[in-house]
């Protein structure tokens, strides 16, 4: 089965941070761009940024741009997201996505495979 495993969420102070991790099983994870979203209480979903198979290649949402780093690590399946300098504004429920298709990005990551989620709350 098809399984992402986010952790590392937590309560952190502003200007704080946090590195998050998503474990993926059941799939060829290289072979998958892969996303971070997230969803503040009361919101939809907001895409946070992107990594394509190789790593090499990264995108952000403007509010998290030199704020936060997506990495992934291919031998361990893993894709990770550091946030730092965090804001009250960055509290929401953080997902893992995998991209619906294979060797290509279609940014359609309402679509895609998705974690359980991980919280994070940024307040004094």
């Known amino acids: 089965d098809v399984q992402l495993v986010e952790s590392g969420g937590g309560l952190v102070q502003p200007g704080g941070s946090l590195r998050l991790s998503c474990a993926a099983s059941g799939f060829t994870f290289v072979t998958y761009w892969m996303y971070w979203v997230r969803q503040a209480p009361g919101k939809g979903l907001e895409w946070v940024s992107a990594i394509n198979t190789g790593g090499d290649t990264t995108y952000y949402t403007g509010s998290v741009k030199g704020r936060f780093t997506i990495s992934r690590e291919n031998a361990k399946n893993t894709v990770y997201l550091q946030m730092n300098s965090l804001k009250p504004e960055d509290t929401a429920v953080y997902y893992c996505?995998?991209?619906?298709?294979?060797?290509?990005?279609?940014?359609?990551?309402?679509?895609?495979?998705r974690g359980q989620g991980t919280q994070v709350t940024v307040s004094s």
């Open positions: 996505v995998r991209d619906p298709a294979q060797n290509r990005s279609t940014w359609d990551y309402f679509m895609g495979v």
